[in-house]
């Protein structure tokens, strides 16, 4: 265990229950006196940073319950950042901030004895005061058909996060206990009768109380704050397994994956080809395998076939070979090849996780993460201690692709349990590009603004004595994520694409999708790819580092990338996170959730209020029937579908209107502080040329809460669009993929489970992977230097395919007793040159002709919106 | 713009034959040698190599029956139509010296020397890769498919040819115009669509004497048994070929057919009028169409032309190049998408989901043309539009095209 967090313990034994002890600790442990003129500046974080790269990777849950993660969610108390108050403060922003540094260098040279286990990130856990217990006596009731705490106490229980502890994760219909007000959802049921319970021995100790007509139950109130008295400190974790994973491996769990692996044709390899002489030691020009070690892994074994295949097929055919399919015991693998001077790097698939073009794209993908992380191959590979980092994402990255490519932990793959199904093609999800939620005006306005004044670290207005001191960092952009979509973006769009093939790799998608983050903070070294490695010379880069600060909370994700060196103070080696800036932009995160966005964007998501997909039903209508529909569809529009889709809007937001009241928001507003004060000030002069006459707004009570209202309330205005001509709907999923600016239009995930709609999916991917490398091949041959098109060898009748289309018949797989009727429908793609390319594919039931130019445009039309 | 074919042992790695296509250099020694060692080193990894992609260029290694290794490098084709390529170049070797031959090897060198009859077959058969150059003779070709001609005419010949049929005393025979089939008894449709097609190829192949008599195993119905295929000259540029035993000689074939045919020679020439067109001049086409492509996928047999219009007689400079998008459409898209490949039926469970999705209709869209290919039951009509077109009238076009073809009587489709 960490030594800090040891000497923490011992802290908060010798001061008892304390309101904050997290703070107490902090005041002791550094000697300067900065921390105490704020309550939230400590650095909870401070400990995870790595020694020697300064790298940071922090996160903090709260607890929940299995696949139950709504339920706690609402009783998590938003993390106040108090950073408003700090605002106030009147002493120079700057000098504080130096301070600061002192006093992190100060706190540094506590003795630190390195942890043995994990060597790059470590976790601190987080805890707090304990909550109320409950006493609670219950009557027995039977229900045999449910299982015995249900039946017996009429509770569901489930585990709290550690895996130990008994949670009520709910109640049966007509169970008692639901009327018990002291028993919520969350609790931690702490003993029956005095029995102590664990998930362990919760039926054993049952069982024996099954003749008692009433028992008494201890409940302790868990979710929002931490218990964290009983349990031994080790054993106290509110992080899932995933989140475990994402931080780092335990020794045992990466041993026992990495024999699974070797069980599969899966892994990657890195080599020196100079090296490979006869004379050499057997793996002397290995520069990096996983899985390891070298002798069980199929790609190491055989290394020889592609390092031959490689020079071979480049002397026949002077090309480069990009992939090789093989059967490795009748199982069919893929392997892609990227060559780099004399290094060459192999990476290996089975066909049952990605197909070729699948392959292609996920390779290409973990290499330009390697090179945000790391500046090139050589470096991520050779240096010795990036080493852990590297293996421990392939363990990941492996099990993911084992596992159909969907996010899992290691035991997956290690206990043997079942699998994902064979997996589902992707498309969307491999291509190098963000699946971007397009917000309405007023929102997007707010979210830049704020994305604008964090970037612009502006900080006079908070300063009386005059600023001597060079600030630190320069944000060279940063970019907004919700539920893994991209909601704004400040970042050049190379770099947008860095960051987020990075956030996907690396699995923060899935954490902020799946997970209730507390605090996740990333602080890391990178490459953007508009800072080193572009080959554009003209654009002179200042000499400097490049740090990614990613922030997330809830379901919200903020990444900043900020550059030192230039016209900040010079870099320094091995720069661990700056407290100030990384407060700078939670608060900005936290700003932004003031603002009700990620309400917005959830709002978004669910009702999804852009173009609409549906998904198939049995054809109970002709094909005459649309096509008469189609003359009528045009004037029902205009009356038809508008009030009921409002009213059902409108009465939602009376619901948010309420809820509004009630939620902790309001609480807040009284101490936002001269950050927001400054905000207001501007909205006020911005709203004021706006909306100058007749804006309900007064002006001198507008606050968060009311923008925040304005914001929220905008979607009741929008209405669901319909992108395909005609009456009904027969538009199953749409895609706009730009390559050039980085960004995915296309509907929210499939909320609606339908085998048929699956099955049209996959075949639609597969569709689109062809079509996308058709026009792949078009952008090429327009891209070429006309000198080089004589003599190219493509061929010539696929030098010009911009709209490619196939129509598919698929039977009706939901519905057993309809097997017979089938559905068609059409699958589309289409590729625009100007003003840069872009590519649409459409899908849609085949019923009413679609034109496939216009669907572009209306899909264009609802992001210019 | 160019394609190897290289044949070796598969135990010594013997080089057998080594065919190219294209302005290219034969592939030197040290390369056959290499493209050979990583697939037998693959084996001892208990891997087989299967192909490999470039950017422009497809190779396929593809070993049949532990016994010989084809490697195949092609530009500007798909991986499945190079391995379906290399499939038929087997087929072809099996055809002239024997499945038995193959699997024993016990004389190379005499092997070696038997193949050389082979060479027209396999140079023929990479004729039908889609290499992207408008410069081969031979672009109307599609593999694993043998091309008819639809004359007028086809009728009449058929009732003489099957006449002809029982003078010989054999079921399989047909008649070939430019090395299309004209017409065919229903035995020799009932071949695998590969025999017919090399069948075809051979009656063309080193056409010097009026007449030939050649050996020929079945790669499909008879890889151990020989038979004669026996094809005579009636006039030329038409074939007349039979499949028979032992009897009877060529002599009397050849008499049989000039008995036969003698008072067919009207009908034959003016048959031979209808190449290069391939196709009723009679039936009504729609202006729009620069050419056609009608495949039926059971019998393995297509029907191209590249300028369907009467008045098009005179050859203009890009007809041929028609043909090659033709091709390329048929083998990027229609083969993709509309045929289902034969592979999945072998694991059915696996492919059950993407089986249920079943291609029929497919199009795409270029700066200089349009194509559109629609599928009712095993017919597939491939069409080459201008680019002017609207693509929502391709499909009504096609549809109506495609009907009118395999409904028409006159057709013998």
Known sequence: MDVEEQRRLLINQNNPPENSSEEEWSDESSDDSYYSDSDSSVPEWESSIHDTTGELLFIDCHPFVTQNIDTTKPKTPLQPFSKDQLRRSTRGKFLRLIRRRESQRHSRRYPKTPDLDSTTNKVKFHDSQEGEEKEVVLKLSRKPELGLPESLLGISVGTLSDGNRVMVAGFPPDSEAKHEKNIKIGDWLKSVNNIPVTNQNLNSVLDKLSDKHEVLLKLQRVAGVEVTKDPPINELNCQSRFVRELVGFGKEDEQLLLEKLAQYPIGILYLNTDKLSEGNPEYDDVIYSYPLPFQKSVLCQSRGIFITLNHLINDVTRTKPQSTSFFHRDKLCHLTYTQENNKLLLFLFPDSCASVKESVLISNEIKRMFLFMYQSLDQCFTIESNRQQINHFFARCFTRLLNAKKWTTSDYITGNKALAEPSQCQFEDVLPVAPTLPLPNEAYMQVDDALTELEASDYREWNEEPLDCQRLFTILGSALYHHGYLLISHLMYEDLIDVHVFCRQQGFFHLSKTEPVKTLLLWKEVFPHSCNRSANTNAKIPDGKRYLLLVGSRKDLLAVIMEAGGCTEPAEDNMGPDAFYVEEAQATLAHIQELGIPELADRWISTNPGPQVTIPETCTKRKSDFLDTLSKSVSQHKEGRKPEVTSILKRRNSDQNVTNSSSFFLDDHSDSGSQCESRRSRCDSDDSDDYGDGSQMSNSSFDISELRQTILSETGEIQPRQLTAGKDNVLFHFIQFDATEGILIGPPECRLQSQTIDAILDCFRNACHKFHSLFQNTLRFKNMPAQDMAKSVMNKSLIAIKEHGVMFECPFLDDIDNKKSNIKYWVVGRLFYMPHPREVYVCYQENIPQNIIELAFKIDLDLAK | ?413
């Open chain 2, 1 to 413: 713009m160019s394609a190897h074919v290289v044949c070796v042992t598969s135990g010594g790695g013997l080089p057998i034959f080594s065919r190219k296509k294209g302005n290219t250099d034969s592939l030197p020694f040290s390369t056959i040698g290499s493209l050979n060692g990583v697939h037998m080193f693959g084996k001892s990894q208990k891997i087989t190599l299967q192909n490999t992609v470039t950017e422009d260029y497809s190779l396929a290694w593809k070993e049949y029956h532990d016994s010989l290794v084809l490697i195949g490098i092609s530009s500007g084709c798909t991986i499945e139509v190079l391995t379906k390529t290399l499939d038929s170049i087997f087929n072809a070797i099996v055809l002239i010296v024997g499945i038995e031959e193959i699997k024993s090897q016990r004389n190379i060198e005499r092997f070696k020397r038997e193949l050389r009859i082979c060479y027209p077959l396999i140079d023929r058969l990479l004729d039908s890769l889609d290499c992207g150059d408008s410069g081969s003779r031979h672009s109307s070709d599609l593999i694993g498919l043998v091309e008819t001609i639809l004359c007028p005419e086809n009728h009449l010949i058929q009732i003489v040819l099957d006449s002809f049929t029982e003078c010989v005393d054999s079921l399989f025979s047909c008649v070939l115009i430019h090395g299309k089939i004209a017409a065919a008894t229903n035995s020799w449709w009932s071949l695998h669509p590969e025999e017919i097609k090399l069948l075809a190829i051979l009656a063309q192949s080193e056409n010097t004497s009026s007449s030939k008599d050649i050996p020929v195993f079945l790669p499909y119905k008879s890889p151990t048994v020989a038979f004669r295929f026996v094809c005579c000259t009636l006039i030329p540029d038409i074939q007349l070929c039979c499949l028979c035993g032992p009897t009877p000689v060529l002599s009397e074939v050849e008499f049989s057919a000039t008995n036969c045919f003698k008072n067919s020679a009207d009908i034959l020439s003016s048959a031979i009028q209808c190449h290069p067109r391939n196709f009723h001049s009679t039936c009504h086409i729609d202006g729009g169409i620069l050419g056609l492509l009608l495949v039926n996928t059971t019998y393995g047999k297509y029907m191209i032309t590249r300028n369907p219009h009467q008045n098009s007689n005179k050859k203009n400079a890009s007809s041929s190049h028609r043909l090659d998008i033709l091709r390329t459409f048929f083998y990027q898209s229609v083969l993709t998408f509309l045929v289902p490949s034969e592979d999945s039926n072998e694991d059915a469970e696996i492919s059950n989901k993407s089986e249920a999705n079943v291609g029929l209709e497919t199009y795409w869209c270029s700066e200089y043309h349009k194509c559109f290919a629609m599928k009712i039951r095993d017919n597939i009509l491939a069409v080459l539009f201008n680019s002017s077109i609207p693509t929502f009238a391709m499909r009504l076009i096609t549809e109506k095209t495609l009907k009118n073809l395999i409904s028409d009587k006159q057709i013998c489709w």
